[in-house]
């Protein structure tokens, strides 16, 4: 990947899937470029759930997966970063996470393959995520809290989700100077949309991300989910434009 000097780190359900018009003509768009686009998924699935999306939708491979909202992080051989894996480990604790959730029965534990993230599905009693945000920060377990779509909870190691992973990948993986778009449309994708680097909100987002404060680089676009990225790539780096940093 260090010798592309474009880069697309996405979303994917809601931002690079969803329009399947919109996506042939954002990949038609790169690939008519003279220099390849790099592209990293940023997703809140777990791998095989990705793998699925991506076999279904007949997605091109990244140079990159980051899932589990930014827990994990693996090359396109299926090979995982073994340093990130171990900076996930360090202090975290999904048992106790669990432990504190079940007093809470507005909680509904959502089936994943395994402890990276622990996350639940909010059923009917929004204030139960407060709540639960205080007992987990009343224990003092380290912790990342991400609430995102006005239903889902996730509860990730420290040091997680997706702008410190896309940030680890970034300066291990890319060149210094990438030209580099981010796009996201939900509140997880909120961290990696505000590192300051060219970003865009698609069209279609939920309300957590369209209520955003503005901030450096970040573009609002109209059009919905890969419409919006290509939208936002001609913003940044379209015909006369020069690179954003």
Not at 54 to 67: K, N, R, S, V, Y
Not at 188 to 195: A, Q
Not at 203 to 212: C, D, H, I, K, S
Request: charged letters at 25%; proline letters at 4%.
């Amino acid at each position: 990947m260090k010798n592309k000097k474009q880069l697309l780190a996405t979303d994917l359900d809601g931002t690079f899937v969803g329009d399947k018009d919109a996506l042939g003509r954002l990949l038609e768009y790169f690939n008519s470029s003279p220099e390849e686009v790099a592209l990293i998924y940023v997703t809140g699935r777990h791998l095989s759930s990705a793998r699925a999306l991506m076999a279904e939708e007949g997605l091109p491979l990244p140079d990159l997966l980051i899932t589990d909202v930014g827990t994990s992080i693996y090359h396109t051989d299926g090979l995982e970063d073994i340093n990130w894996k171990q900076d996930m480990q360090e202090d975290w604790q999904p048992g106790m996470v669990a432990e504190i959730a079940a007093a809470f029965p507005a909680l509904e534990r959502q089936e994943l393959p395994d402890d990276r993230r622990v996350s639940f599905t909010v059923t009917d009693d929004i204030g139960a995520v407060d709540e639960f945000r205080k007992a987990l920060d009343a224990e003092a377990i380290p912790h990342t809290f991400i609430f995102s779509s006005n239903r889902d909870i996730d509860i990730l190691p420290s040091r997680a989700g997706k702008g410190n992973a896309l940030e680890y990948v970034l300066r291990k993986y890319a060149r210094d100077d990438v030209k580099l778009l981010i796009a996201g449309d939900s509140g997880n994708d909120r961290d990696m949309l505000s590192l300051g680097h060219p970003s865009v909100i698609v069209g279609n987002a939920q309300a957590e991300l369209l209520e955003m404060e503005p901030c450096k680089n970040l573009f609002r676009a109209n059009e919905n989910c890969a419409g919006g990225i290509h939208e936002a790539w001609l913003h940044f780096y379209g015909e006369g434009r020069k690179s954003v940093g």
